[in-house]
């Protein structure tokens, strides 16, 4: 049974048949779940190896009169248009910075039968930042210029004798990084192989003595300056609900 085919059934028995009438024109709720999944599809963003980033908030914008047959089913077509980008999600692997959102809103400018469907990821409020992963801790590169070492000038000072006193260092300009070896004793390896300059994908490894080094770039999710108030035809569902 297809994904679609199960939201259908699903619908059936969330609603009272008497609203089956009220979909004999117009916007189909199924063209509803069509769109919110296509919008996931189209705006998700490669974060990592294992994370792929999606659009939790969603505006699906319609005519006053589709508006309006849709907001007779009541949240039962919300519940379910929300377990279906959940459900989407995770069969894709995406993952969410925040709560999903689904705001369906009355749109003049919209013709009957058509929808339009707008989203956000966490409201907009999603900045990326670089970090390293070390000894179990993990450093946000605060800076352009991150030096990792044994000596205590280093921004970053690791507990292995193997290691130089300012063994190698990172730069970042926000999009791109490179990692160098400041002449160390003992040489630098990235993702096992001795460099002494290279640039530096996310998720990759760097080996100084003993220590493994994981450059990272994350999502981090800041919360809106004005939250969206939350009225009879919005419904926010609790990001514990679905994915972490």
Not at 227 to 234: G, H, Y
Request: charged share 25%; proline share 4%; hydrophobic share 40%.
């Amino acid at each position: 049974m297809g994904l679609l085919d199960s939201f259908e059934k699903g619908l059936e028995r969330a609603v009272n048949s008497a609203f089956a009438k009220t979909f004999r024109s117009g916007i189909q709720p199924v063209e509803i779940a069509s769109a919110l999944r296509s919008e996931l599809d189209k705006n998700a963003a490669v974060v990592s190896r294992d994370r792929i980033l999606a659009p939790n908030s969603f505006t699906v914008r319609l005519s006053p009169a589709d508006e309006e047959k849709m907001a007779a089913v009541g949240p039962a077509l919300l519940d379910e248009l929300d377990a279906l980008v959940k459900k989407h999600a995770r069969a894709q692997g995406y993952s969410f910075a925040g709560a999903v959102t689904i705001d369906l809103r009355r749109d003049e400018s919209v013709s009957t039968g058509t929808l339009r469907v707008e989203s956000e990821t966490a409201q907009g409020q999603v900045s990326w930042r670089a970090v390293v992963d070390v000894e179990g801790k993990r450093h946000p590169l605060a800076t352009s210029r991150t030096v990792i070492g044994r000596g205590s000038d280093a921004d970053i000072t690791i507990s292995d004798s193997g290691t130089s006193r300012r063994h190698v260092e990172i730069l970042w300009d926000g999009e791109r990084a490179m990692v160098r070896d400041l002449g160390s004793t003992n040489g630098t390896k990235l993702n096992g192989v001795k460099i002494g300059e290279a640039a530096l994908a996310p998720d990759s490894t760097i080996t100084i003595g003993r220590t493994d080094i994981v450059f990272r770039v994350v999502a981090h999710a800041a919360p809106s300056r004005s939250p969206r108030p939350v009225s009879d035809a919005t419904r926010v569902f609790d990001q514990r609900e679905g994915l972490s």
